[in-house]
């Protein structure tokens, strides 16, 4: 998901990950522990819970430099962690990116978000830490992009543009993730669940930027054949299995209990969902452990009674993956909702599924094409909408 959002539109062998890391593809790190295990050691647990009731509050914390305050519905004052506790939540959703400052990144100069570099990992760790200490279990949603990955781009980050083939691509995917789950456990957040690209239904690190490239990362071209990684074509396919297998890799080599997730959308076209999982998991045996999608009534993708039927579908298929829903709203059109209960049937449903073991409402203080928020802004403030809080508990 974007808040500018766009408009939507081989052999399973994976080459063996390299050790060096050639210095136009690595990113620039900060100090490793010698030792994973020690440091997971001394990481927080990861929690115990039988469902993940999860929002992602990404964007919340670019509202803390304009010392923004947050009110529950009975008007007093709180953080959003504790708000969001109080209305059953449990969990909490942070995107990653690897450059946002460079150009056409989420946090470039003059996009809006350019106050500081969020979604970088200082800023991920940082909040990630604060999702631990309120007792929370954690999503890591890494874009692999320095801006909005979905369906209608996956922009290769700007450090990685100089690699020239697919297995120093994938050595790249797997030194920047490697370093971030470092850093996170290293700062006691270790994740409880690591997604590997958001919503690659396409694939993962197809595109370049050119001139006409906005600051959502609309309008781009395709990289050469022999690095990206579109799932439309054969050489796509075989790339984007190295990338996915790459990170998978490094989050299990640092914390081998965090679990893996894949992430795509297009719910509505049931075909579409069956190719994709019939690729990655049946053709290339990616080895991910949850299986994520983003779930929009607004987007077309109906009401939470037209997905039983594929979320039951993909459940007695893959035996051995969970499920989650990774993202969802429940309006019905532009920041608009019925106030029909679909919210609560969401959750509701899928907990009621087998193995299917979360959902995560998408930006609770942002309403937009795709649905109204939780909170209503005032000013700088927000205050927890109490009609839209009835339905979490």
């Known amino acids: 998901?974007?808040?500018?959002?766009?408009?939507?539109?081989?052999?399973?062998?994976?080459?063996?990950?390299?050790?060096?890391?050639?210095?136009?593809?690595?990113?620039?790190?900060?100090?490793?522990?010698?030792?994973?295990?020690?440091?997971q050691s001394s990481a927080s647990k990861l929690l115990q819970l039988d469902f993940f009731n999860g929002a992602d509050i990404s964007e919340v914390q670019e509202y803390e430099r304009n010392n923004s305050k947050f009110?529950?519905?009975?008007?007093?004052?709180?953080?959003i962690f504790t708000i969001l506790k109080?209305?059953?939540?449990?969990?909490?959703?942070?995107?990653?990116?690897?450059s946002p400052k460079a150009k056409y990144g989420y946090a470039a100069s003059g996009c809006g978000h350019d106050a500081e570099a969020y979604?970088?990992?200082?800023?991920?760790?940082?909040?990630?830490?604060?999702?631990?200490?309120?007792?929370?279990?954690?999503?890591?949603?890494?874009?692999?992009?320095?801006?909005?990955?979905?369906?209608?781009?996956?922009?290769?980050?700007?450090r990685w543009r100089g690699v020239n083939s697919s297995d120093a691509m994938a050595d790249s995917v797997y030194a920047y993730t490697k370093d971030l789950m470092n850093a996170l456990v290293a700062a006691g957040a270790t994740p409880d669940m690591v997604q590997i690209g958001n919503e690659t239904t396409p694939g993962i690190l197809i595109h370049k930027?050119?001139?006409?490239?906005?600051?959502?990362?609309?309008?781009?071209?395709?990289?050469?054949?022999?690095?990206?990684?579109?799932?439309?074509?054969?050489?796509?396919?075989?790339n984007a299995a190295k990338y996915f297998n790459a990170g998978i890799k490094a989050v299990k080599e640092v914390?081998?209990?965090?679990?893996?997730?894949l992430h795509i959308e297009r719910i509505r076209q049931a075909n579409t969902v069956t190719w994709w999982?019939?690729?990655?998991?049946?053709?290339?045996?990616?080895?991910?452990?949850?299986?994520?999608?983003?779930?929009?009534?607004?987007?077309?993708?109906?009401?939470?009674?037209?997905?039983?039927?594929?979320?039951?579908?993909?459940?007695t298929k893959y035996s051995k993956l969970e499920f989650i829903v990774a993202e969802y709203n429940g309006?019905?059109?532009?920041?608009?909702?019925?106030?029909?209960?679909?919210?609560?049937?969401?959750?509701?449903?899928?907990?009621?599924?087998?193995?299917?073991?979360?959902?995560?409402?998408?930006?609770?203080?942002?309403?937009?094409?795709?649905?109204?928020a939780l909170f209503d802004r005032k000013g700088r403030d927000y205050y927890a909408n109490k009609d839209a809080f009835k339905e979490f508990f």
């Open 1 to 39: 998901m974007s808040s500018g959002r766009f408009s939507r539109r081989s052999s399973s062998s994976v080459a063996p990950i390299s050790a060096a890391i050639s210095s136009s593809s690595a990113p620039t790190s900060s100090a490793i522990p010698a030792s994973s295990a020690e440091a």
């Open 71 to 79: 009110f529950d519905v009975d008007g007093s004052e709180s953080d």
């Open 86 to 98: 109080n209305h059953g939540f449990n969990s909490i959703r942070l995107r990653t990116f690897v």
């Open 119 to 158: 979604g970088d990992k200082d800023h991920v760790v940082a909040y990630a830490k604060k999702v631990k200490a309120a007792g929370m279990g954690l999503l890591i949603d890494i874009h692999y992009s320095d801006v909005w990955a979905d369906p209608g781009k996956q922009i290769i980050p700007e």
């Open 209 to 238: 930027p050119n001139s006409k490239t906005d600051c959502w990362g609309n309008g781009v071209d395709k990289a050469a054949t022999s690095i990206n990684g579109d799932m439309g074509t054969a050489a796509g396919k075989a």
């Open 255 to 261: 914390s081998p209990t965090t679990k893996t997730v």
């Open 277 to 315: 999982m019939g690729v990655v998991f049946d053709e290339y045996k990616i080895p991910a452990d949850v299986m994520g999608f983003s779930a929009y009534t607004a987007y077309g993708d109906g009401a939470p009674d037209n997905w039983k039927s594929l979320f039951n579908t993909v459940t």
């Open 331 to 372: 309006g019905d059109s532009d920041n608009h909702y019925k106030f029909d209960n679909s919210r609560q049937k969401t959750r509701e449903m899928v907990r009621g599924m087998n193995r299917w073991i979360g959902t995560f409402f998408w930006e609770p203080t942002i309403g937009g094409a795709w649905g109204p």
